[in-house]
Each structure stands twice: as structure tokens, then as C-alpha cells.
């Protein structure tokens, strides 16, 4: 447990229900993925039908898509209900998706170099569902399923953070009460660009609810 909640505030620890499951991309959903051969672009796709994990040349005959540069994506900005996201780079996960605030995230791993890179944790803020598929081993081919139900009050930030070098092993998932979001973003610098949209400034002060997924 983080030392800086300890002083803070009393962390409280939240019942938290998840279940494990094979389960189907869903349809009609936005899809992202970036290449494995130009580290410069990124695939935005529309599907309409169910495809298969990491299978570009699928995606490209039955989504509608179309090729954004990196240097024109801004980080941390992405803001979806339901987004599927494949990936072969590291830069995807760590410079798009983390600190982006999406509510159900299927997320394909897609090659070793997915989960490498300088900073292990992925920060993502309001996720209730979270669905992984791993290519990395191939004993893990089969989709994990963690559906989020947290009381979470009005007013209150819901936070996950995402251990990438856990991605191999079975996952654990706990929540507590923690800081308000002004004193959060002191400590998770990957928040300040996470797209949180604040109607009343007394949320900023208020208790925020934090699930570490290991």
C-alpha cells in the first residue's frame, strides 16, 4: 500500500467482484492498433462485426479505417464507453492509453514488445470492465475477464492502475478510498493529462476511489 495514502488518508478496502471468462471481441466498437513494421502511425477502426485479436488483415477488410500519425495524437486524451485496443509497441499503451479514461477496455497483447518499456503502469481512469487477450505466451491465449462493480458516490474519481508486467500471470484486483484527485495528481503525473472532466470544483477535494490490478 502506497506510504503517501497511509498519511493521508485511512485507506478503506473496497469489495471488489471480478470473474474470469472466454469472451468474444464485441461488435460495434472502436478499435485501435498500431504497426508492427512503421512505429510512426496508428490504425482508428469502426467494426461492425466480431474479429478476431491482432489480426490487422482481418480488421482491414471488414472495418472502416484510416491511418493517424503519431506525432499528431495527443497523449492521455483518448475518452471512449467501449474500446478495443491492439498492441505490437509499447508507445500505444504508454503514450495514448495511459491516462485516458475509457469505461471497458479489451486490450490484445500482441507481441512481447508490447509490455516492455520505462514506465510498468497504466493508468486509466472510470474503467468498470477490463478484457485481455495475451499473444505473449502462448499457454495464456484465452481472454481474462475483470468486471469492476464499485459504489462509486458522486463526486468521486475512480482510478485503476494497471500493472503491464503482470499481464502473464493471473490477475489480482483490490480498491481503496484514496486521496482527493488535487492530491492524486501530485503523486500519478500520467492524471494530469487524463481527460477528467470536473462540473463542480468541490469534487477536486474530494475522496477518489483507486483499484490497483497486479
Known amino acids: 500500500m502506497p506510504l503517501w495514502c ?21 461488435a460495434n466498437v472502436t478499435l485501435l492498433f498500431d504497426s508492427s513494421d512503421h512505429a510512426d502511425r496508428l490504425c482508428n477502426c469502426s ?35 467501449s474500446l478495443t485496443v491492439w498492441a505490437w509497441q509499447p508507445w500505444l499503451l504508454r503514450e ?13 497483447l500482441c507481441s512481447p514488445t508490447s509490455i516492455f518499456g520505462p514506465s510498468r503502469l497504466l493508468t486509466i481512469v472510470g474503467l468498470r470492465k477490463l478484457q485481455i487477450w495475451n499473444d505473449v505466451v502462448p499457454k495464456h491465449k484465452s481472454e481474462r475477464v475483470l468486471n469492476f462493480r464499485l459504489d462509486v458516490q458522486d463526486g468521486k474519481v475512480s482510478v485503476a492502475f494497471l500493472d503491464m508486467w503482470t499481464l502473464n500471470n493471473h490477475l489480482k484486483a483490490y480498491s481503496i478510498i484514496g486521496p482527493p484527485l488535487q492530491m492524486l495528481m501530485q503523486h ?20 477518489s476511489v483507486l483499484t490497483f490490478i497486479y
Not at 478503506?12 to 464485441?26: A, D, N, Q
Not at 462485426?49 to 493517424?68: E, P, Q
Not at 491516462?99 to 486490450?107: F, Q, T, Y
Not at 492524471?191 to 468541490?202: F, G, M, Q, S, Y
Open 6 to 26: 497511509l498519511r493521508h488518508v485511512l485507506c478503506v478496502l473496497i469489495p471488489l467482484y471480478f470473474m474470469e471468462t472466454r469472451h468474444p471481441v464485441r
Open 47 to 81: 467494426c461492425a462485426t466480431a474479429l478476431r485479436s491482432c489480426d490487422k488483415s482481418l480488421a482491414n477488410l471488414m472495418c472502416s479505417c484510416g491511418t493517424v500519425w503519431r506525432s499528431a495524437l495527443d497523449a492521455g486524451t483518448l475518452e471512449a464507453e
Open 96 to 108: 495514448l492509453l495511459n491516462g485516458s479514461r475509457v469505461s471497458e477496455l479489451h486490450l490484445s
Open 188 to 207: 500519478f503525473p500520467d492524471l494530469k493529462k487524463a481527460n477528467i472532466k470536473i462540473t463542480d470544483l468541490e469534487e477536486i477535494y474530494k475522496p
